[in-house]
């Protein structure tokens, strides 16, 4: 049925139905007006006839009087006239006169308006009127109106009722339909208008039409949820993603565009050093900045870091503020200045000899002081007093590393309980059991638990993590979705494998790798056909540096053709060098790589070569373009981004990496040579396997890992991170509007 007659129909009924109801009432009301009129008429006629009635009564003659009363009722609409001189008497009358009507009964037949009398030939009226004269003091006139024309008039007014309401409905549903059309037609443009200005991104620069104000809380759910819809697709199909610097910049535009992003780490990403009268920058040896600076350069916001450089004070604007890099400010640190104290006491004590030995299983027992810990807690709320002052918006995205800050991400939650926390903890999590040990594990975990999202490398360390809070915290903890719940407030605890940038910075890779190879010979005062392992570290008891040196001695040992053909070039970035832990351990690494080098360095070439300082990533890079292969031996270890580098550094896809079974990075790359530090053995097996391997299987080898690491890149993992945070903020925002505060807005799992 078409769409107007779908509407006129029911209107025709709705009207017909109500002309039919109309009717009767209309009827009931022009009875009564018509009979008050002509009882009004019958006064009238009264008056009139009295005199020449008189006249004809006085005469006597019923001829005359009869013939008087046939003229008047000649009238179109009196019936029949009659007079009674006396209730006793008999009625002279018309013809016609009804015989019902006697002069006896005429009170019957007195009403305020006259009576009605029904008769085989219609209907009719009767009204009694006194009528006086000398001989009749109880004279009256009866007047009998015929009804029939009122009957006429009625069929009449019924059909104009009927056919009125016919042509109301008729223009009604024309008028309706007309402006229905037209309604229709505005609201499909306007629809597509909003549709329109939904799609209306950077890609379809098409300017919307104009969006009716009707529509325009239709509009904003409407374009929010199709932006919700693209950017889980986009979610979704984030593996098709190649991640470069330019896809987390455009992720950054489109997602996240003008939001305040705030990092926070202990280790600055530029330190500035005084050397003689000049400042030098340095670039700490710290897997963290590696893989945050490339983030904080596409989306220049603001990195909270410690002061720690001799000359950072000297650089800082009124803010302590500095731009960077400094070749090219791309965004600001802002430089939180310690006493000696609070960094002996947050940074050595509670972090580095509490928490780090607790999350690595290296042996080496986690010291707990009271005083640490007051400091770590102080320390923490100055962090976050910093966010709170750099924080431009009251929800911004607040990026938290490491376990340095386990308290900051509560403590922000406190403050702006609007903003995004992402925490990421890139050190392992120890299992439930280990975890017991810290005395302060309920505020650890509750303050880690202020985060929207908190981060590991491996589902190992998110599962550990998990069910550590399972053991300690009265939370709710939902295994599905990967969430913990306390007090109301859900965190998604996620994993995050981090990595390095891809491509690599050319000014890394620019020197070819003959001419690497040549160039750290000749440094090294080794003969051009040295084979060259390479390790470099930072100087920490988890990195494994002891159980490399003597796998490196056993293979001596057991494959003598090695000695003077074959040197390791250990480079140790100094560390925490005030512990008494890294002070015994660097000398027992010296005391072992000399003892090593008495050992078997009789025919001039070196077993292992130790250079324990800082050196510049480009240097670093020369090392691993110049090396057959890379050994990385630690013990126990979040990611480790050294056997990324190395692999990233190798565009001769030529090298052999030997990677200890205990990293997060053993976990994406089974085409490095897997080992177990601690079986010396087979680490000096797969050292001679690594400087035995054909070209062709360390090229195919390479190639494996090269394509792992360029698509899980860093920009990858920060790019997921953020999208998350994206997601949940928009999330957020939704069930805020619908007032559901308290329900915790989750991600896809
Ligand atoms: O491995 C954990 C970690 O925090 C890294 O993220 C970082 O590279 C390293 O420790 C830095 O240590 P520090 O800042 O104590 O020198």
């Not at 600055?268 to 710290?286: N, T």
């Not at 997921?720 to 329900?743: F, N």
Request: include cysteine; proline fraction near 7%.
């Amino acid at each position: 049925m078409p769409l107007a007659l779908r509407f006129i129909l029911p209107l025709l009924i709705v009207l017909a139905a109500f002309a039919y109801a109309v009717m009767p009432v209309v009827d009931k009301l022009t009875m009564r007006w018509f009979v008050r009129d002509l009882d009004v008429r019958a006064t009238l006629i009264a008056t009139t006839v009295q005199v020449p009635l008189e006249d004809e009564l006085a005469t006597r003659s019923a001829v005359r009087i009869n013939d008087f009363l046939n003229r008047i009722s000649r009238d179109e609409r009196l019936f029949a006239v009659g007079y009674c001189p006396a209730p006793a008497s008999r009625a002279v009358a018309s013809r016609y006169f009804p015989a019902e009507i006697h002069c006896s009964d005429l009170s019957l037949w007195e009403g305020e308006n006259g009576q009605l009398l029904d008769t085989p030939s219609g209907p009719l009226h009767v009204s009694v009127k006194p009528l006086i004269t000398a001989d009749a003091p109880d004279g009256r006139l009866v007047l009998v109106h015929d009804m029939s024309f009122f009957a006429r008039r009625s069929e009449e007014t019924r059909r104009y009722i009927f056919y009125f309401f016919i042509g109301l409905a008729l223009s009604v549903s024309l008028i309706t339909v007309i402006v229905a059309q037209f309604a229709w037609r505005g609201w499909v443009q306007g629809m597509r208008s909003l549709l329109q200005g939904a799609g209306h991104s950077r890609h379809n620069p098409v300017p919307p039409a104009k969006v009716v104000p009707e529509f325009k809380p239709i509009a904003r759910d409407l374009q929010r949820l199709i932006r919700d819809l693209q950017s889980e697709y986009r979610a979704r199909d984030e593996s098709q993603l190649t991640w470069t610097p330019d896809t987390l910049r455009a992720i950054l535009h489109s997602e996240l565009r003008g939001e305040n992003i705030i990092v926070v780490s202990n280790r600055e990403p530029y330190i500035h050093e005084r050397r003689g009268d000049a400042i030098e920058v340095q670039r700490p040896a710290s897997g963290l900045v590696t893989a945050l600076e490339p983030i904080m350069r596409a989306c220049s916001g603001t990195w909270i870091a410690q002061g720690s450089g001799s000359a950072d004070r000297a650089v800082v604007d009124g803010r302590d503020h500095v731009p960077v890099p400094p070749e090219r400010p791309a965004y600001e640190i802002r430089r939180i200045w310690l006493s000696q104290e609070e960094e002996q006491g947050y940074y050595y004590g509670f972090a580095n000899e509490g928490l780090w030995p607790l999350c690595h299983i290296a042996h080496v027992r986690p010291v707990f002081r009271s005083s640490d810990w007051n400091y770590y807690q102080e320390v923490n709320r100055r962090f976050a007093e910093a966010v709170v002052a750099e924080s431009t918006t009251k929800d911004p995205i607040v990026l938290v590393q490491d376990y340095h800050f386990a308290l900051l991400p509560r403590m922000i939650r406190e403050a702006l309980p609007e903003a995004t926390i992402i925490a990421f903890w890139h050190i392992p999590w120890p299992n439930p059991e280990d975890f017991a040990i810290c005395p302060w594990r309920e505020e650890i975990l509750t303050g880690m638990l202020g985060s929207s999202i908190l981060g590991f490398h491996t589902q190992f360390h998110c599962n550990n993590f998990v069910d550590t809070v399972d053991r300690f915290l009265e939370a709710r903890v939902d295994r599905e979705s990967f969430t913990v719940t306390l007090g109301g407030k859900a965190t998604a605890v996620r994993r995050y494998p981090i990595s390095i940038a891809w491509p690599p910075d050319p000014a890394m890779v620019a020197v070819p790798v003959p001419r690497c190879r040549e160039e750290i010979r000749r440094r090294e005062g080794l003969p051009m056909e040295t084979a060259i392992g390479f390790g470099v570290d930072r100087l920490d008891y988890t990195k494994g540096i002891l159980e490399r040196l003597r796998a490196i001695e056993r293979l001596l040992e057991l494959k003598p053709e090695w000695i003077g053909r074959f040197c390791f070039i250990q480079v140790a970035a100094p560390s925490r060098s005030s512990i008494d832990e890294y002070q015994h351990h660097e000398a027992e690494v010296r005391a072992q790589a000399a003892q090593i080098n008495e050992r078997f360095g009789g025919g001039g070439v070196p077993p292992i070569v130790l250079r324990i300082e800082h050196h510049e990533p480009e240097d670093v890079y020369r090392y691993y373009r110049a090396a057959e292969l890379c050994f990385v031996s630690s013990l126990h270890d979040g990611m480790n981004l050294v056997a990324k580098e190395f692999i990233a550094a190798r565009d001769d896809e030529q090298g052999v990496l030997i990677l200890s079974q205990f990293t997060g990075a053993a976990r994406e790359l089974p085409e490095a040579l897997i080992v177990n530090p601690y079986d010396i053995d087979q680490c000096a097996a797969a050292l001679h396997l690594a400087l035995t391997m054909p070209a062709d299987e360390q090229r195919d080898r390479m190639r494996l890992m090269r394509g792992l690491v360029s698509e899980f890149n860093v920009y990858r993992w920060a790019g997921r991170m953020l999208l998350d945070a994206a997601i949940m903020r928009r999330r957020g925002r939704l069930l805020d509007k619908d007032g559901e505060q308290t329900a915790p807005a989750t991600l896809p799992t």
